[in-house]
């Protein structure tokens, strides 16, 4: 697949599904929260609209797959702007102000990198309780450093670039400099690697289900909908397969995407 | 190129990583595999607590007196005992000959030494009031008293006296308990409180401790010195650590493990169907509940209203349909099957579904919440899926049945209790119950004013009363009488939800012979054998 | 030299400093504590144990208790093992735990490189699609999706491997557990590899050692493999911290007593001391690890000079 296709096919397929999760759920005549003792793990079947069939408490799993892909699409975003907020604004100011602060900056980078995040995140989630916010706040902090170490550099080589010389030359305020002449140029590589990003912070978010320490009941994400599928894997094939494979899907397009992204940025750089 | 180096670093570790260590040596051919949900937080069995503890140490130690395989006390240590007519002193004789797993003659001392350092508080044993009814139990634990004025005495060798203070009629089953278990004088003296390490720990039971690596496996061999060596057929027993019961269930299937701790509920229909013949049901002294917070609104001083929640909530299909595994639905706190016991029932068990939901429904009514003005509360579970599927299950039907809007909060185990303790933000919460010892006083004694185990806070004069008179009664017609009493009080106040009783459930390989179902969930290795071959 | 290192291990003191003061708070704050249970203790015991234990100290007492002990190498007794320390728990524990992840990132880069070289010089061919359609489904998957799949038909169906870690000697109880756990990886460095090998193979100087007659097995080898290896290297160091966190699951389901299960059980079950134990030595152990790269490399390179 050449770049730009590459990019246009998974931007659709994404937005498709994401179009499916926001108005299936108003389609479908289930609800994600009803259970139905009575009819427990049927298979997908067009005749009573369970399309994906139930779960193990009758909930039809349509309109909870549904849900679930909301649920992890918004985590896994909210957590990437979260690692951009971070990660932008330590980078630039490194890059920007250099010298020592910059040395000591990335020092400090250097020394987080050493770190077991996921110990630190277990240990946030387990002392901060279930908290819905908290899970994207720490996903995201696990993934700034990346998107901080690579501001900094672009920043860096900015900064000595003619026009910015010539902005400071010419008396334009330091606030100006980096709003004006630095930032735009930053937003192409910051898109590719948030697009990078998302799919680690939904592999987090659904390690983070396994272990029982994702989304409350009844609310749901594809993480944890795919590890109740496992449980099912050999009597009801499809509560693990429809949820696995949306799972695989959005991870797919978002890694496609950042690739196809990240190569129309280099060769626009390299021209 | 740094990062070149730290490859050929990693590389290099992982060849010598795979190449060094060895490994440990499998057990005997006739070695039994079972397994375990989680480790034992020690083998001493005085600072255990958790029942996988008790498992094992059952296998390692032996009381004054045992259960068999279908959960009769028989001998054990202990040959025969009597009991004083006032009920207030028992004597137990000692076989004759017992050793310790080391060759160390076993003598009545030692069953002094073991009850007294559980009493001891600086054991801080978590049974300590195991013994509670013992002649100054309760004044040494409190640190009132020495340890030495225990109302337990050696005469002679094989002779073990208890001096109680009060009629206890399951006396005799609580020295089946760990707690009660001899201990090894010489080895607490060279040891301290490490003693029950591998290497270090002596035992009296049929196995003695070979070897134990935190989180994976408890290698057990023959205890050659057991009395009964002669009629304990297994020579070896590992305890397989296995925290996930899907993961239990895939290594029996795959054949390495002769006895599962459970069977998990998601596969449980399908197991039924795979395995019949090797699926052990059996039910459980064990009651699953949700309790309200009796110190603070809507439940303080609200009965109607806890009357109308649990009216709502369908027992039948949650046992049938959620759980599955062939829990008895639960109308009552003491599960049936307790010795010389006859639970009484809630008011409403004898009603239908829909007379349940009409009378709920008025008294939801009359406690002032309606459609437009509906009840909201939080109910907290801890996670865990069938503890999941449960709260699910009962939102719905409280939603369907009343239109209360309940939230659920999955909270993990640790921080559950804390709130349970704390008794400041919870109002509905999940919580069970599982019976020490055979007799009803182990569930209802849990309800007693001030009691550290009475999650909903429940007070009540009345119960207070009957549980006191209870005790103090010599007559087990006339005790029982007065229990089942304080329980029907108890029910009519509607402190709490009893939702399902407890089933055992294991796989047990058809190489196995011996395996008894019984209400205690006890199963010696020592009772086992493997099928001789054709 | 000398001096280098010592201000590097200095430097990393605040870290460390920082790294354990922080944990320390986490698990104290956590709701709950060690030895909370649905059979409540008698206050009398519940007292006795928190003297015991020392918890019954005001916490900033508590930390100081905590690093004077760690100070002599000293990491507490484990609350929830209670006749073993932290330090005998994480000596037993890591073992485990380093033989998995090392043979895991071994197979990683070994099968990863393999195949995305192969991909790369075949590129565009049946044999160069099925890779890289492995190498997507790869990353996609979850590690608690593939264990699960794999036991159900490695061992449970077909019986060839152990399902379980303790019921197996050698290295077979280790097969399942790394395959599980490299497959992402694989996958990862595979594409990796195929990306930065398809540039490389199109260089001017590749195109030169062909023109001096080479064959391609020689051109790769000698010429190709090392600049293509670059992206690979610098994925080191999140391949590393993806098998960590893995390490976590694949310990949980096959039962490998190693320090990711102690430190999820230890969070779960408020094992303060281990849990703290564990972080730090963690933390140490990478700490240490980069130094003793920095210093290697400059013992190999002179022209590094250390600041």
Redesign the interface.
Known sequence: MSGNRSIRVTAGILLAVATAALVGPWISPHDYATTNLENILSAPSLSNMHLFGTDDLGRDLFVRTMLGIRITLLVAIVASLVSLVIGVSYGAIAGFVGGRLDAAMM?FV??L????????V???M????RNFLLIFVAIGAINWLDMARIVRGQTLSLREREFVEAARLTGVSTLKIVFRHIAPNLIGIVVVYVTLTI?QAI??E??LS??GLGVQEPQTSL?AL??AG?KH??GASWA?LIP?TL???I??CF?FLGDGLRDLFDARHSS | ???????W???I???V??CG?A????GPPNTL?RGISS?P????QH???SIQAADVIRDLGEGLVGYSATGELIPAAAQSWEVSEDGLKYTFHLRDGLRWSNGDALTASHFVAGMRRLVD??T???Y??MLGDLENAAGI???EIPVSMLGVAAPDERTVVLRLVQQTPYLVSLMTHPSTFPIHPGSIAEHG??F??PGKLVSNGAYRLEAW?????ISLRRNEYYWNNAGTAIDAV?Y?????D??EL??Y?????HTTSTVPPDSFAQVREEYGEQLHVAPYLGVYYYGYNLTRPPFKDNAPLRQALSMAVDREQLALRVTGRGEAPAYSWVPGGVNNYEPPLSSFAALSKEEREQVARRLYKEAGYSAENPLKIEVRYNTNDTNKKIAVAIQSMWREVLGVEATLINE????????M?DAEITQVFR????GDYNDAHTFLSVLQSGS??NMPRYENEEFDALMALAADQVDPEQRKLYLEEAERVMLADYPLIPIYFFVSKHLVSPQIEGWGDNVLDYHYSQQLSFKAVQ | MLRYTVLRIL??IP?LLL?IA??FL??H?????PF??????????EA??AA?YHLDEPLPQQFLRYMSGLLQGDLGPSY?????TVGE?IG??F?YS??LG??A??LA?LLGVSAGTVAALRQGTALDKVVMGFS??G???????IA??L??FL??KL?WL??????A???SRYLLPVITLALPQIAYIARLTRASMIDVLGRDFIRTAHAQGLGTATVVRVHALKPA?LPV??Y??PA??AI??GS??VE???????LG?????G????DYTL?LG??VF??SL??L??L???I??GA??PRVRYR
């Open positions: 020092r250097d020394t990198y050493a770190l077991p995040f996921i110990f630190l277990i240990l946030l387990v002392a901060f309780e799919p592999l987090v659904s390690f396994f272990l993480g795919v590890d496992v894997m050999e693990l696995a799972l695989a899907l991870l797919l890694n | 190129m740094k990062m070149l180096r730290t490859l670093l990693t590389l570790l992982a060849v990583a795979a260590g490994d440990e040596a499998a595999e480790d937080e020690t083998l001493d600072r255990s607590r508080p600086s801080a044993a978590f300590a009031e634990t409190s640190g409180d490490s029950a390490r690596v935190p989180g994976s496996v590992n397989h650590v296995i925290v996930q899907s993961a895939n290594r299937r795959a054949g390495e493990l993990e185990f640790q921080v559950l209790l804390a709130n303790r919580s069970s119950w599982m550290a185990t | 430097g990393a870290t790294v922080l944990a986490m698990v704050a956590a709701p709950g504590g909370d249970d649905e059979r409540a203790l008698p206050a009398d015991v006795n144990i015991a929830r093992y209670r006749d073993y728990l037993t524990a073992p380093l033989k090392a043979m990132m071994a880069l997507m489904t990353i996609s998957i979850p590690v608690f999706v699960p799949v036991v159900l061992a449970v019986q152990p399902a379980g870690w303790s019921s000697t050698g290295m290896m290297l610098s080191m160091g590393i911290a960590l966190t976590v699951v949980e389901i096959f039962g490998i007593p190693g299960q102690f430190f999820v059980r969070a779960l079950n408020r849990v564990i972080v963690y933390a990478i700490v690890l980069n003793l790269v920095d290697l490399y190999i390179d």
